[in-house]
């Protein structure tokens, strides 16, 4: 499902961010802030007794990041700032995979 604007007031207003008038601001601000936060957990992640190989670590932030939210993702870049990378089929960077999100 699409994300609404109401959906991107959600995602700015949890991170303490300022919410933009226009929808188009408000999809790329919290679609970079989400970004952000994909790639830094992935650079976080530190490997301990077993070695994690990077689908691990991106799976590991999903979950955290997206999935306990109600959210997903098509693919992710962290080279050269974060983006998010459109799906082909629906050119959307971000889905909701349930009504109600956060």
Do not use: W
């Not at 303490?16 to 970079?32: F, I, M």
């Not at 590991?60 to 870049?77: M, P």
């Not at 983006?83 to 109600?100: A, E, M, V, Y």
Request: charged share 40%; with cysteine; proline share 2%.
């Amino acid at each position: 499902m699409k994300l609404s604007s109401t959906d991107y007031n959600k995602i700015l207003n949890n991170y303490n961010r300022r919410v933009p008038k226009t929808l188009k601001n408000k999809r790329s601000r919290a679609e970079s802030l989400l970004a952000r936060k994909m790639c830094s957990c992935v650079k976080k992640i530190k490997t301990r007794r077993r070695k994690f190989k990077k689908p691990d670590k991106i799976a590991i932030c999903s979950k955290s990041i997206f999935k306990n939210r109600g959210l997903r993702f098509n693919r992710i870049s962290c080279k050269k700032g974060s983006s998010f990378i459109k799906n082909k089929k629906t050119g959307l960077k971000l889905t909701k995979t349930r009504k109600k999100i956060f």
